[in-house]
């Protein structure tokens, strides 16, 4: 399984960006994908994850301003952000959990300047 992020870049605060994720590999039916995002220094943590039945899971700091969304048939996963804040600077790391097994993407840098 390979996971293939991409979408992050530098925006200005109040901004918006669009990452994208695509899983290739063998890919069941039934997963979880989601975004995770880690500064230096701290822990790697949970930003969204949507389950291939489409529940989905948000960190605090960011619901009402992320939107995670996924395709199934292209099995690609997306996370809308807006109203972005210099503390959501970040490498955001896409990730997908399917057999009790994790995949990792290779992580998008996000930039957000006051």
């Known amino acids: 399984v390979q996971l293939q992020a991409s979408g992050g870049g530098l925006v200005q605060a109040g901004g918006y960006l669009r990452l994208s994720c695509a899983a290739s590999?063998?890919?069941?039916?039934?997963?979880?994908m989601g975004w995770y995002r880690q500064v230096p220094g701290k822990q790697r943590e949970l930003v969204a994850n949507?389950?291939?039945?489409?529940?989905?899971n948000y960190a605090d700091s960011v619901k009402g301003r992320f939107t995670i969304s996924r395709d199934n048939g292209k099995n690609t996963v997306y996370l809308q952000m807006n109203i972005l804040k210099p503390g959501d600077t970040a490498v955001y790391y896409c990730?997908?959990?399917?057999?009790?097994?994790?995949?990792w993407g290779q992580g998008t840098l996000v930039t957000v300047s006051s």
């Open positions: 949507m389950a291939s039945g489409g529940s989905t």
């Open positions: 990730n997908l959990i399917q057999r009790a097994r994790d995949y």
């Open positions: 590999g063998s890919i069941f039916s039934m997963n979880l």
